[in-house]
């Protein structure tokens, strides 16, 4: 189960205060796990795994919640033991009282940020090495809250796939990939709600999170399913690593396996582009920043040139959203012969 559902279902029933801190308190861990355990590996040898999970929480609070002072901390990490393994209660408050007031000073950007050495390793072969370290921390970050025109929370990013993408009024609009459908309002709201707008996704549970009454939702796997008419415009917002939006979903940065996302996003992407009519526009985006998947898959796409490109990252202040920092995507824009 990914982190964000699991999170959701376990603080539904939260006041909005409990809630904002548990979420902080679950990512934050999740995004220092592999610096927090390296120096718990110091003072402890082997204990239960919710016993390792509280001495988590304190020591997150201690080195990152500068609020909460260490005794507070340690007295409620004692106490949340005594209820889940009481004989580990002594040591845990013997351990917390040893800890360093900050994280223990290091060179190796993979543990500093918490990185599995995969990661660090592609990522170093993509930025110049001054770059790393602010990748790195932007991926850490809380992430800023963008409202859209239509009122709708999304990033800066992805207002920018709306934009390569061109949609108005009176046009056929084809969303392949909808859920969670925070792109498909706003295309219905470029479109003024007049034309037709089709999102579509592979996941039938999804599809109540599209919310907009304009479109005409279907469950439909975009690899496959063709529409009858062709379409103006075509988004394939296709599912990926989401290396791009790691200071959103922590946990995704302990995922090493990937090979099997390219052949599934050409597919889609194939298999949309034959939807867009004569001079219509087909747009691929992913929230990845992996090449293999972004200009390894349009290249391989036959009979469809692809005139903009354009890779956003998340520590850069991009001119083309505003001065914002984004999170991380790709964007590729083709026009159909």
């Known amino acids: ?36 355990d390296l120096e718990l590996k110091k003072h ?49 408050n013997a351990v917390l009282r040893q800890l360093p007031e900050e994280p223990p000073g290091t060179d190796d950007l993979a543990v500093k940020y918490s990185m599995t050495p995969w ?18 921390q932007s ?19 992805a207002r920018r796939v ?18 969670p459908g925070g792109k498909t309002a706003m295309i219905a709201s470029a479109m003024r709600n007049e034309g037709y707008l089709l999102a579509t996704d592979k996941s039938e549970k999804k599809l109540p999170m599209i919310k907009t009454g304009f479109a005409d939702v279907k469950q439909a796997d975009a690899s496959s399913f063709l529409p009858d008419e062709l379409f103006d415009a075509v988004l394939c917002d296709v599912p990926c690593s989401g290396f791009g939006v790691l200071r959103k979903k922590p946990d995704i940065r302990y995922r090493t396996e990937v090979s099997h996302f390219p052949a599934m996003q050409l597919a889609i992407l194939r298999n949309a582009a034959k939807a867009v009519k004569p001079g219509g526009r087909l747009v691929y985006s992913t929230c990845t920043l992996l090449p293999e998947e972004n200009e390894g898959v349009v290249k391989e796409l036959e009979g469809v040139t692809f005139e903009c490109m354009e890779t956003l990252w998340p520590h850069r202040r991009q001119a083309c959203a505003g001065g914002e920092d984004t999170d991380g995507f790709f964007i590729a824009a083709a026009r159909r012969d």
Request: hydrophobic fraction near 45%; aromatic fraction near 10%.
């Open 139 to 157: 991926c850490n970050a809380i992430p800023p809250v963008y409202f859209q025109p239509e009122g709708i929370v999304a990033d800066p990013a």
């Open 162 to 179: 709306i934009d390569f993408l061109g949609p108005r009024p009176g046009m056929r609009v084809w969303d392949t990939c909808a859920a």
């Open 1 to 36: 189960m990914r982190l964000d559902t699991a999170l959701h279902d376990a603080i539904e029933g939260y006041n909005e205060r409990e809630a904002a801190l548990a979420t902080r308190l679950c990512y934050g861990v999740t995004q220092n796990h592999r610096l927090i």
């Open 44 to 92: 402890i040898k082997k204990t239960q795994p919710q016993v390792l999970d509280i001495l988590r929480l304190a020591v997150y609070q201690l080195w990152f919640l500068d609020r909460i002072p260490r005794r507070a901390l340690t007295d409620e990490a004692v106490r949340l033991c005594k209820k889940t393994a009481p004989h580990a209660a002594g040591m845990v």
């Open 119 to 136: 990661f660090y390793d592609r990522m170093s072969a993509l930025l110049p090495p001054e770059e790393l370290e602010p990748f790195f």
